[in-house]
């Protein structure tokens, strides 16, 4: 067993460091404060590569697979949650799907604009009615010639206010279901200057308790026209490609949270050593000892998790069961990490001005978006009890 990087991951790893420490650090208080993105950051992390790294590079990717995905993830996380979810939107759900429904045609029309970052991606499936059912969609999309005409909408759309190139998931039968009736589309939805192409609406902003950085909003389409040629995978089975890019996403999600928890250990660390009551630093107290321990021994057991969870997807392994858990216990994991870490820090975890207190509110979405923690249970426990013969579910 090679537990060690090869030399392109740990080149990334030390690229993504100094990015993240240097260029995407100093814009984070601004994009929480505003709520506006970093739009100047997103587009210096395209210049040098970072929307491709999972993609092969004939589609103007980094080539670095899942594995490459994950050292971005985790980097990222370590400074900035927002920053990372607008990251694994475009890349890990929005372009995946592409990548993974998509022909060789559509995969070289879309994928070197998306890997440069000349245009940001977002992934269309939650609608009012269906979230954790994302089986019960009704965004309609009816055949009209050589087109689908899209009609409905959606919500809670991470990127929705800035991207351009959408995958979407709509019914085309809806007698079928979205099992068997619903087909994946990818569209563009922005000109090249930015305006909202006929028929598709960016709605309601979302105010939300933490990532403030990272734009979220409903979309709508009315009578908005899609080339029948942008269906990724087969017509009637986008229901499964959206599924399958989900998997990767908990995996990369997985990552991110595992920089989370990374990050308020080690402030947690530095705190204690430096901070002195009754006389001694905190680091000689035994109650800030045990709660130390715990967050260094999840961190350990979940970077394992997420690594050796890339791996089987490099090698072409199952990994669905593993993805729920890199997404259950990275989320569970950092919400726990960061709420000691405030304990730790005490009022000043409390206070705007720290990175803890952002962790904190920022942390907590993780247990809820890309599959409750509930359907992540579900998923892990099908997978189980279909290793012993026993279905489950119908
Ligand atoms: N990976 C790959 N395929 C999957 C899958 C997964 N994680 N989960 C389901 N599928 C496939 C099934 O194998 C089945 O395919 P076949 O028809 O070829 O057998 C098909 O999808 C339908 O699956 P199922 O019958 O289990 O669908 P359900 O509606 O009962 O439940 C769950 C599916 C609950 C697993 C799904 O709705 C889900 O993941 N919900 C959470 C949605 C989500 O993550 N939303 C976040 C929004 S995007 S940020």
Redesign the pocket.
Known sequence: MDFDLSREHQALRKLVREFAEEVVKPATRQADRTSQPPTEVIKQAGEIGLFGVPFPREYGGMGAGETGYCILMEELGRVDTSFATIIGAHIG?GTMAIYLGGTKRIREKYLPDLCSGKKIAA?A??EPQA?????SIKLRATKEGDSYILDGSKMWI?NGPMASTMAILAVTDPALG??GGATAFVASTRDDDGNPIEGFTPGKFEHKMGLHGSPTSAIAFDNFRVPAENILGQTGLG??VF??T??IGRVTLGAATLGGAQAALQQSLEWAAMRTQFGKPLAHAQTIQFMVADMAAEVEALRSLVYRTAWLVDNNRPF?KEAGMCKLLGSEYASRCVDRAVQIHGALGYSRDTFIERGFRDSRIAEI???TNE?QR??IAEQMFREVGVKI?P
């Open positions: 759900i992934f499936l939650t979230g954790s059912d994302a089986a991470t979205a099992r229901f499964v599924m399958q989900l998997d669905i978006f890309e599959g359907i579900i998923l579910r």
